[in-house]
């Protein structure tokens, strides 16, 4: 049952009424988990879901459980804003992540794989290998991964080694004295990361035309030939997760690049946080491997499978079954006006583009980089980069300009978490050519997808060409990230845009911005004051209506502006893909909230903000999500969408049509769990697919057949 809230405004900030951000956490990784189990989705993308669930907790308890394993190692009794201590949430999370854990194995072993093997893809179990098998096994083991291995066996000259972060190990219980008349009755196996994961057998071995067996398994049962003479009782799978987090005092270092790179070192070699076990490991021996690692029961994972399910997404990509996958589909640039041949700048300077990824090529945004390196009329590019790649076709556009001498500057994020290493790659091949590389603002991400371009025109003399967007400039992940690209001459924002990067590259007050909103200075200021605008519009009779987009909401000053607007009577719709520590439903205080998760084929990833606003509507597109971190230590930018037509594709596309998905849709819970939307006596609606369908057509019936959708849906934001 829901907790009983107060009612008094002024008791908005009780702990009662805000979930815990790491469970909540957890309950987007158990919508993750849901996707593996739905038989309607294609098998190898069931899999998919299963080893992204596998990723995801590990990058929890890499960096979330790590922090507050240090709150609690330090004695710091710092309170969650749902009021658990970190000791507490702790205990919270061991329970549901146990339970996750297990229920995803189950999947695995019940579902998954009977499943994979009707269709011929066979994981071959130790003990269901046939000798054919078993021989073909042997002499892989011999031939490929033998020379390889180290074993350490453990004795005063030979400690325990220093397991990196993640990477597969077995721990061997030996009997008997070696050469030297050892006994240590132990030894560590490192599985090295240079080895594949999973090994295919010949289909005329294999007894079918995919069977495979898993490394970690072969070396189980020939690591009797690592210790010749000696008896091997007992061999057992074991992995190690650490504390992920890079610390740098960006104040007190003189070079950002070369402090990371040292980081970068010690990374997989952080505190332990979780320790995983194979389900026949003793318990003597997971109590050993705890003691080594400094750490407690609550910290072990017993596994029913393989350690570390991630190793199966090897799978997706080697076997080439179309229909086991989701269909592919071509994105589709015409919609936007654009083809291959277009004149982008001309474009521009006859209005604004709207571009939606995945469903509309990303390749335009990289053409309007491309066209300006080799335009003698452009004079500078200015760029952030947080996720791009050092090998990416951006990179390599910012570098053709460079060498084209133009003026090229990029504010490379190289904290980005688990890109720093690709990112200092990036910054040092950037200057290499020449390019003006700068780290961003000490103590603030700079998170903000921001592109400047500045060109000399016939008439007017400079102008400057715009995109914004709400994701990154990353050309893999644009292939299967929701996302918004808003391209633009607009004088102001350009202005808004050069003063931006004056900001971020240079020295003093911040600027005054026309039409942007930028983290930390206006954004949350600005975002609250629209919450209050629609507060005050139901207070006086009028309609108001606030739908927001994004990944995460957690901002206590935000929450309570949107308790309050509930309260006043605003109509409320958050669709927030992951955390979400608001309460939806609670009598008196968020009854007029609603909360729904979409999790589909694609990641939903941008960030939209309506606002009613007595009939004029305004609507902002932008890079924060509505998370402390975002809205006050982080560089953002939001941007506003003034172009009606491209207001209403917003809408349609980024809100409404997710506000109708009851397919995909989860609906929060006042308890802060989900449960799935079904259609009943609906027709099914799925948003993605219904943007797959109209989107990545080309022809100009589906556009018309969009705006026409768009009015007849639009009067529900007016309900």
Not at 83 to 108: F, N, S
Not at 127 to 145: C, G, H, I, N
Not at 298 to 316: F, I, M, S
Not at 468 to 482: A, D, E, P, V
Request: charged share 25%.
């Amino acid at each position: 049952m829901p907790p009983v809230a107060p009612i008094d405004p002024s008791q908005l900030s009780h702990p009662s009424l805000y979930l815990n951000r790491e469970l909540s956490q957890l309950e987007f990784n158990r919508r993750v988990l849901e996707q593996a189990k739905d038989r309607g989705l294609p098998l190898l993308e069931r899999l998919r879901f299963l080893t992204i669930f596998s990723t995801n907790l590990d990058e929890f308890y890499e960096i979330r459980v790590a922090s507050i394993k240090e709150q609690v190692g330090f004695g710091l009794p710092q309170l969650s804003v749902d009021g658990r201590g970190p000791q507490d949430t702790l205990q919270e999370i061991k329970g549901v992540a146990q339970r996750l854990v297990r229920e995803q194995y189950q999947i695995l072993q019940e579902q998954i794989l009977p499943a994979l093997a009707l269709e011929g893809i066979r994981l071959l179990k130790i003990y269901t290998w046939t000798k054919d098998q078993s021989d073909w096994l042997e002499a892989y083991f011999d031939r490929e991964v033998l020379p390889v291995l180290t074993p350490i066996g453990l004795d005063p000259s030979h400690p325990f080694p220093n397991i990196q972060n993640k990477n597969l190990n077995l721990i061997v219980a030996l009997a008997g004295d070696d050469a030297f008349g050892r006994d240590s009755g132990i030894a560590i196996v490192q599985i090295p990361r240079s080895l594949p994961r999973l090994v295919f057998l010949p289909p005329e071995v294999a007894e079918g035309p995919h069977g495979f067996a898993l490394l970690g398994s072969i070396v189980t049962t020939f690591v009797r030939k690592l210790f010749p003479g000696m008896n091997v009782t007992g061999a057992f799978q074991f992995r190690v997760t650490r504390d992920s987090e890079l610390w740098v005092q960006e104040e007190d270092v003189e070079d950002l690049l070369n402090a990371l790179k040292g980081e970068l070192r010690t990374r997989n070699f952080g505190d332990a946080v979780r320790l995983e076990v194979a389900e026949n490991c003793p318990p003597e021996m997971s109590d050993f491997l705890l003691q080594k690692f400094g750490l407690g029961q609550d910290d072990l994972y017993r596994v029913d499978g393989p350690v570390n399910l991630h190793r199966l997404a090897t799978l997706y990509e080697v076997i080439k079954r179309p229909e086991l996958k989701f269909p592919t589909f071509i994105p589709g640039p015409k919609r936007a006006r654009l083809t291959e041949s277009s004149d982008i700048f001309a474009e521009l300077r006859r209005g604004d583009i709207l571009l939606h990824h995945p469903y509309e090529s990303f390749s335009q945004v990289l053409e309007m980089v491309r066209q300006a390196a080799a335009d003698p009329r452009v004079l500078a590019i200015k760029q952030t980069l947080y996720r791009t790649g050092v090998d990416s076709p951006m990179a390599e556009a910012l570098l053709e300009a460079a060498r084209a001498g133009k003026e090229v500057t990029a504010v490379v994020e190289l904290r980005a978490r688990f890109e720093e290493a690709a990112n200092i790659g990036l910054a040092t091949r950037l200057q290499q050519a020449g390019v003006t590389v700068v780290y961003g603002i000490v103590g603030y991400k700079t998170h903000a997808k921001v592109l400047l371009i500045v060109r000399r025109e016939d008439i007017g003399g400079l102008r400057r060409y715009v995109h914004l967007g709400t994701g990154n400039y990353h050309s893999i992940t644009t292939q299967f990230y929701c996302d918004f690209s808003f391209l633009t001459s607009d004088p102001q924002i350009g202005v808004d845009v050069h003063n931006v990067f004056m900001q971020l590259t240079g020295l003093g007050q911040c600027a005054t911005l026309a039409k942007l909103l930028m983290s930390p200075f206006t954004l949350m200021d600005r975002l609250l004051a629209m919450i209050d605008r629609e507060t005050e519009h139901a207070r006086a009779g009028r309609a108001a209506r606030i739908v927001m987009k994004a990944n995460a909401v957690t901002e206590p000053k935000v929450i309570e502006a949107l308790y309050r607007a509930s309260q006043a009577g605003v109509s409320v719709d958050l669709i927030i893909r992951g955390i979400c520590c608001l309460r939806p439903g609670v009598p008196g205080v968020s009854d007029k909230i609603r909360v729904r998760s979409i999790v589909g084929r694609f990641l939903e990833h941008h960030r939209v903000y309506y606002f009613l606003n007595d009939g004029q509507e305004q609507v902002y597109c932008g890079s924060a999500d509505l998370m402390s971190r975002n809205l006050m230590r982080r560089v953002e930018t939001a941007f506003p969408i003034e172009d009606p037509l491209l207001r209403a594709r917003v809408i349609h596309e980024g809100l409404l049509s997710y506000l109708a998905d009851n397919t995909q849709a989860w609906e929060m819970q006042t308890d802060g769990s989900y449960v799935r939307c079904q259609p009943g006596a609906e027709e099914p609606r799925t948003a993605q697919e219904l943007l797959l369908r109209q989107l990545s057509a080309s022809s100009v019936a589906a556009h018309a057949q969009l705006l026409l959708d768009d009015i007849l849906v639009r009067q529900d934001l007016l309900e």
